[in-house]
């Protein structure tokens, strides 16, 4: 009990200390493919713990929605936390919920979120909630293909089961249904994390952004907890590619110190790495016109299908 | 013996109600109160009785002892279940009208509302427990009469009288597929007795089988407002007062899933793969059509009733998964499919009874149902906002609520088809999976658009301005229904072995799940478990945490300002989104089938640059009414003109057509007997 | 033989990763990237090839391997931006058919290659999945022809179809004899000629490359 809870709250802090790393690598590798400087890649860390110590400014018309916002969706996106491997298969509340409960985690964050951009009644505020959920939708369904091509290799959405199987099975987890799922779950962590072409993570204009209009009317404090649930959910779909598509090196349940801590330094560069290629792709793509934005998806779901048709293919059905 | 005391006492206390409404008309508040709370009252007997009958024996009573015509009533599990969500919405809905209809006091005869509720409450608990093809036509009948009366209630509005037209002409259509259903049936039985279709359904030929198959599944599909049959519903729920509405997309339509699990699975054995094809089809097509009109509608209760036609699509992909497992011989999973099947009907149920009543609630304190005429009702009615944002993350199958439960059950079902080994159901069902998850997202736009354009920011007309919360007997009514929610949420663990067991009545099939600690419960075949306490605990730990720490940190009073408006005084109704523009890019997404046309009128003043108003029109189009039904209707009529010269005026000609018609019944007769 | 060499792991990726760029042909509206994904798949295809011939040892295999490499992943895709860069053509393609319908389209055939497929494959099981890729390849190809404007776009159209047919001869017989192949391979490479050639002088004649307005050619 002691070791779950200890087990429980390492993930939540590791989840915690190295979202924002992960935002500021993405930030220095796009600037270094853009050939500019860039800022520090802790550069994260310095504006949150800024936002923390200002004042929240709040519009005068909005209900208490608004308060609780970010507080369920940031709780929301750490429940889904406890839920996805990051380093070791065996999660001490892994019994509690699979991949889909997890998709519909995130879709709470999300539902939140969107429901505060209404609240101040601002126009900017009802667009990106408008097109986040419009997104949202495109998204779900090539989603909810690929986790079932994903389940279908190895027979269960629960998580820890598909890494440790998965991982298990050395290259061999490399098959073509697998290629053609990463493909499509890639193009949705590019939507899900609101990344060019889908959005603009680093627009001023208001009329152009998604998220970001979506937060607009947060400040201080309560911005401060939207970006770090906004980073932590980055990091957590970047752990859901990581842990499916490459399990290797993932720690197993009752590994000793040091394999964990190579686990963890495993997991690291796994992340590292999608987060690069994740800069690579924004930098080499222009932002999309919303209604451009369902062919994208569509490539997507056609992936995803592709994937569950090639399962069959190969396995005989 | 005391079951059938239960039983009869269920209708008589519906009966009370429904003579003392008549007795008491002069006095509208008693007579809301004796109609309603006797309603009520039978409500609690019926949620005893069926209780009783889920985890005892089955009942019977025959009212006639003859052997061709038996009358009687027979509840088995299955109709049991249906009771139970009967009662239970009745009891929840009945508190709630007590309050609602101070709306009608002195402008509408409650006695007749009352009247007519309790009869139609009874009738259809009559349809859940008829033990007789005639007497089931019956009370039927009586059902879909008493409705349309109640649809008609408020004949003063045109719009409604035609809503009722429809559907009257929809219901009829549909009961006489039920009929040749039922007469296929009894023409190899030889009785009218349900009994005895069970066996007549082993012994048809496979044609005769898929004839009953397909006229029961329009039959009951019209009622149940499966597409394209469902072009009734949108029209009928929104126009009757709210508290039937909740009834009807509540309940009724799920009497008619009852009676297509009671055919498929009873009478016909399900033995057909192609079946559960078409059922999982017809789900699939209505549960995203349903959630696209839904989305675009800015009426609420006609977006509840578009729901509706979404969640009975949901309903039935986990019945056609069902019927799909059970034709290849995987009773197992067929009866995790029809749980989640039978799990989202309960739910639905509640959570649309819930936001039925919302949208009551919001009716009588602004008298508009128009989306774009609210807003910041959170305000206004805080007590009733709260409930209502509790059936929204339900239907939204947000996590830990109940609507999420169900569907992660039917995304398991589906799932689940990987064991079958066949391409092409495997194939169907992933791309229902894929299809439903994209209705579960548009079904979250649509009601983040609801709550979110009805409830926050700014008021958008007076009729917001001046809303009051709702009384205290709907704040009840609707109280019950979303702690329903919440429970059958976080309370999956025990329900679940109450659905296992009505499942098993017609899958035969009793143990699907298994309970571990913490409130688990998992599919054992593929390594799945799912726990909504622990996920509702650790949700709350963490919103605990992050309160603390703001709480800690934030000692200061936040300073409050105008919304951002890039500098422009702009904090006023006049620029907050709207409704429709919400749901535009869905409009933009489905442009082929929503065909929108806009119509926009500009008026100057003085200069081309200075636009004085401007007005914007647009309407989508009902794609299966305007290319499907009105050809058809167009066909019968300009058939039926033809037909007009038949009809002469004279006397003669008519006592000739009489005879001609009594010669050829003769030369029937003759050619009969001489083979 | 086949069955070892085209049910291992690697053969699969290659043919899966196949089946990526041809959906990233049929899902692109920019001239470029279709070229581009049109090298990669033939480069892709000349792995395959390069694999058969390891695997078998046969020296010819290794050849057309080679030569796919050189012609269809480096030479004819060059040439295609080469035409594009001369006459300057628009970069976007003009469509008939939609995007995400003719994604769906394309998930739909390769669907029905594999039905195809299953009903007349007796050879081997594992190859199945090779050869219902190529058959997709070759109806997607088809599909891309029908539904794209841009002459330039028929051109790729053929282009995958042809690539299909390879796929398909070298999943059934390692490769059809050499001469055979080094016959289409030149006639492929004519082909493009011929068809550059014609872009060239649909191009002066109409000021433009869209097949669409062939259609004033008709008396």
């Known amino acids: 009990m002691i070791a779950a809870l200890q087990s429980a709250i390492l993930q939540i802090i590791i989840i915690l200390a190295f979202s924002p790393l992960i935002s500021g690598i993405i930030k220095k590798a796009k600037a270094f493919f853009q050939i500019r400087k860039g800022p520090s890649i802790f550069q994260p860390y310095y504006d949150i713990a800024k936002l923390f110590r200002k004042d929240s400014v709040v519009s005068q018309n909005v209900s208490w929605i608004f308060h609780a916002a970010p507080i369920i969706s940031f709780a929301a996106v750490m429940t889904a936390g406890l839920l996805i491997p990051i380093y070791i298969t065996s999660l001490p509340l892994g019994f509690a919920g699979d991949l889909i409960a997890v998709v519909y985690l995130f879709a709470l964050a999300r539902f939140f979120t969107a429901l505060a951009s209404l609240d101040a009644g601002s126009s900017f505020g009802g667009m990106g909630g408008s097109r986040e959920m419009f997104v949202a939708a495109m998204v779900e369904p090539a989603l909810m293909l690929s986790i079932f091509a994903v389940a279908l290799n190895v027979g269960s959405t629960n998580l820890s089961y598909i890494s440790q199987t998965l991982s298990g099975m050395g290259m061999d987890a490399l098959s073509p249904y697998q290629i053609l799922a990463f493909v499509a779950l890639f193009i949705i962590a590019i939507a899900e994390t609101g990344r060019i072409p889908v959005d603009n993570p680093s627009t001023h204009l208001e009329l152009t952004m998604i998220h970001e209009a979506m937060i607009l009317e947060y400040s201080g404090k309560q911005l401060a907890i939207v970006e770090l649930g906004a980073m932590a959910k980055q990091l957590l779909i970047f752990s859901l590619i990581a842990n499916i598509f490459f399990p290797w090196g993932i720690a197993s349940a009752g590994s000793g110190i040091s394999a964990l801590v190579l686990a963890l330094l495993v997991y690291m560069l796994k992340i590292v790495i999608i987060g690069l290629a994740m800069a690579a792709v924004e930098t080499s793509t222009a932002k999309w016109r919303l209604f451009r934005l369902p062919d994208l998806l569509s490539i997507s779901l056609m992936f995803s299908f592709l994937a569950l048709v090639s399962f069959i293919i190969v396995k005989g059905g | 013996m005391s079951v059938d005391y239960l039983f009869f006492g269920i209708i008589a206390f519906y009966l009370i109600g429904a003579v003392s409404a008549v007795i008491l008309n002069k006095k509208d508040a008693i007579c809301a109160y004796t109609s309603f709370i006797s309603a009520a009252i039978a409500a609690l007997l019926g949620i005893i009785f069926s209780i009783s009958v889920i985890f005892g024996d089955t009942f019977s009573y025959n009212l006639s002892g003859g052997s061709y015509l038996k009358f009687g009533f027979f509840v088995d599990r299955l109709s049991a279940f249906f009771i139970l969500v009967i009662s239970i919405c009745v009891f929840a809905v009945s508190i709630y009208s007590t309050g609602y209809v101070r709306e009608y006091f002195g402008k509408k005869n409650i006695g007749y509302l009352g009247f007519l509720y309790n009869i139609f409450i009874i009738s259809m608990i009559l349809v859940a427990s008829a033990d007789n093809a005639i007497m089931f036509l019956i009370v039927w009948e009586l059902m879909s009469v008493v409705s349309y009366f109640l649809v008609v209630y408020e004949h003063e509005k045109p719009e409604t009288r035609k809503a009722g037209f429809i559907y009257i002409v929809m219901t009829h259509i549909g009961t006489g597929f039920i009929m040749l259903s039922f007469l296929i049936f009894v023409g190899t039985s030889g009785s009218y007795s349900f009994g005895t279709f069970a066996e007549a359904g082993k012994t048809m030929t496979p044609l005769l089988k898929d004839l009953a198959f397909i006229f029961a599944l329009i039959g009951f599909g019209t009622k149940a407002g499966i597409v394209p049959m469902h072009i009734w519903l949108p029209y009928a729920h929104p126009e009757a007062p709210s508290n039937v509405s909740a009834l009807m997309s509540g309940v009724m339509i799920k009497i008619a899933i009852f009676m297509l699990i009671r055919v498929f699975f009873d009478f016909l054995g399900a033995t057909q793969a192609w079946w559960g094809y078409v059922v999982l089809t017809l789900g699939t097509i209505s549960a995203i059509l349903g959630i696209l009109y839904a989305v675009v509608e800015s009426d609420i209760k006609r977006m509840l009733a578009f729901s509706s036609i979404e969640n009975i699509g949901i309903i039935l992909i986990g019945i056609g998964a069902s019927m799909i497992f059970f034709a290849s011989g995987k009773p197992v999973l067929a009866s995790i499919a029809a749980i989640a099947a039978l799990y989202h009907l309960l739910n639905h149920s509640i959570f649309k009874g819930l936001l039925f009543m919302g949208a009551g609630s919001i009716l009588y304190s602004t008298h508009t149902k128009n989306i774009e005429e609210l807003g910041g009702l959170i305000k206004k009615m805080p007590k009733s906002a709260m409930l209502i944002l509790i059936g929204v993350l339900s239907i939204c199958a947000l996590p830990p609520f109940s609507g999420f439960v169900s569907e992660w059950l039917t995304f398991q079902s589906l799932l689940l088809g990987f064991n079958l080994n066949e391409t092409f159901p495997m194939i169907i069902l992933f791309i229902s999976a894929a299809v439903l998850a994209l209705t579960g ?235 | 033989m086949a069955e070892i060499v085209f049910g291992s792991n690697t053969m699969q990726l290659l043919i899966a990763l196949i089946l990526v760029s041809t959906f990233m042909i049929l899902g692109s509206t920019r001239l470029y990237s279709c070229v581009r994904a049109f090298g990669i798949q033939s480069f892709l295809l000349a792995c395959v090839a390069g694999i058969v011939a390891y695997s078998t040892g046969k020296n010819d295999i290794y050849i057309i391997a080679v030569l796919t490499l050189l012609f269809k992943s480096i030479v004819i895709p060059y040439f295609l931006i080469y035409i594009i860069r001369e006459i300057k053509v628009k970069k976007e393609i003009d469509l008939y058919v939609k995007i995400s319908p003719s994604l769906i389209i394309g998930g739909g055939l390769v669907v029905i290659s594999y039905y195809l497929i299953r009903s007349i494959n007796v050879i081997s099981e594992l190859s199945s999945f090779a050869l219902s890729a190529s058959m997709s390849l070759v109806s997607i190809g088809l599909f891309i022809m029908i539904s794209r404007k841009k002459a330039i776009m028929q051109m790729i159209g053929i282009l995958i179809m042809e690539n299909g047919l390879f796929l398909g001869a070298i999943s059934l017989t390692y490769g059809m004899p050499l001469l055979v192949e080094l016959g289409i391979f030149f006639d492929v490479l004519i082909a493009v000629l011929i068809m550059g050639i014609l872009i060239f002088r649909i191009n002066r004649t109409f000021e433009s490359v869209d097949t669409s307005i062939l259609k004033n050619l008709i008396g």
């Open chain 2, 441 to 675: 997202a548009l079904a979250a736009y649509c009601f983040l658009k609801f709550f979110g354009i009805g409830f926050l920011a700014l008021p958008r007309s007076k009729h917001a301005e001046h809303a009051k919360e709702a009384n205290t007997p709907m704040l009840i009514g609707m109280g019950i229904f979303a702690s329903l929610s919440v429970l059958l949420g976080i309370l999956p663990f025990y329900v679940l072995p109450v659905l296992e067991r009505i499942a098993a009545s017609f899958t035969g099939n009793l143990e699907s799940f298994t309970f571990a600690n913490f409130a688990t419960f998992a599919i054992p075949s593929s390594m799945i478990s799912l726990s909504t306490p622990i996920i509702l605990a650790l949700v709350f730990i963490f919103m605990l945490i992050l309160s603390l720490i703001l709480f800690l940190i934030n000692r200061k009073k936040q300073p409050v300002y105008e919304t951002w408006g890039c500098g422009q005084p702009v904090s006023t109704s006049r620029n907050e989104y709207t409704a429709t523009a919400f749901s535009k890019p869905v409009q933009m997404w489905f442009k082929n089938l929503y065909r929108p046309a806009r119509e926009t009128e500009v008026t100057y003043s003085t200069s081309l640059y200075l636009k004085e108003s401007f007005k914007f029109e647009s309407k989508i189009e009902q794609v299966i009414e305007r290319y499907l039904y009105e050809p058809v209707v167009g066909f019968v009529i300009t058939r039926s003109r033809k037909l007009l010269v038949i009809r002469t005026g004279s006397i003669h000609t008519y006592l000739g057509y009489i005879f001609g018609t009594l010669v050829i019944l003769f030369m029937f007769v003759i050619a009969g007997g001489s083979s």
